[in-house]
């Protein structure tokens, strides 16, 4: 029976909020037809099935479809395949190789950021502005709203809605603060959702590298 790990993704410095994640680490023991209709089940935003863990192969699901990449579920990977004894300095998405490391309690990935999914990236003018916002319906395009807290400190509130992907709002969007890191040129601290913290700086060739704390939150047997 496969075993899952529920982890939460970007926590904030109190260890709280985060995006939760359902992470298979033995993977192939979910037949490939099957992994769509689990990551349904499971309702997280993502579900990540590792089918390698010595090269951190990997493949992540919605509960809608398939992504090529996403930003907390290779940062949370990258964090429990270092927590279990297998660390790697590398992720193989079907994007592309990510490269991947551990920090305490924390972990960090490199990408780059047209490997996100299309968003309207729309800068409001306060904090309060984005958290007024109300999701759009099920047919609405995905939108990463954001304004600054602190411009000089790279402080940033955002808000991220991805109907696109079966996720009305979601709690801590990792690709999508790498791809305004990437536009904004600056290292910033992204505070998503309710209380998620989300770090992101500038890299080499492109890239830009996201990461924050990992906690994990439950470990069980799931039958598939």
Do not use: K
Not at 41 to 60: D, K, Y
Not at 107 to 121: D, I
Not at 134 to 153: K, M, Q, R, S, V
């Amino acid at each position: 029976m496969p075993t899952l790990h529920v982890l939460r993704v970007f926590v904030n410095d109190r260890g709280e909020w985060g995006n939760r994640l359902g992470v298979f680490l033995d993977g192939a023991e979910v037949a490939a037809p099957e992994r769509q209709r689990v990551a349904a089940e499971l309702g997280f935003s993502e579900t990540v099935f590792v089918e390698g863990r010595a090269v951190g192969a990997l493949r992540i699901h919605t509960p809608a479809v398939e992504l090529p990449f996403a930003g907390h579920p290779t940062v949370g990977a990258a964090w429990l395949l270092a927590e279990t004894g297998t660390p790697v300095g590398s992720l193989r998405t079907p994007a592309g190789e990510v490269s991947a490391r551990r920090e305490g309690d924390a972990a960090y990935v490199g990408a780059r950021p047209e490997w996100a999914p299309g968003f309207e990236y729309r800068r409001l003018r306060s904090p309060a502005e984005v958290d007024a916002l109300t999701p759009p319906g099920a047919g609405g395009a995905n939108l990463y709203a954001w304004a600054w807290i602190d411009e000089a400190a790279g402080e940033v509130r955002a808000r991220s809605f991805v109907p696109e992907a079966g996720i009305e709002e979601d709690e801590a969007t990792g690709s999508a603060a790498l791809a305004l890191c990437g536009r904004l040129g600056r290292e910033i601290v992204v505070h998503q959702g309710r209380g998620s913290a989300i770090r992101c700086r500038p890299g080499p060739g492109g890239t830009v590298e996201v990461g924050g704390r990992v906690a994990l939150e439950e470990t069980r047997d799931y039958p598939t």
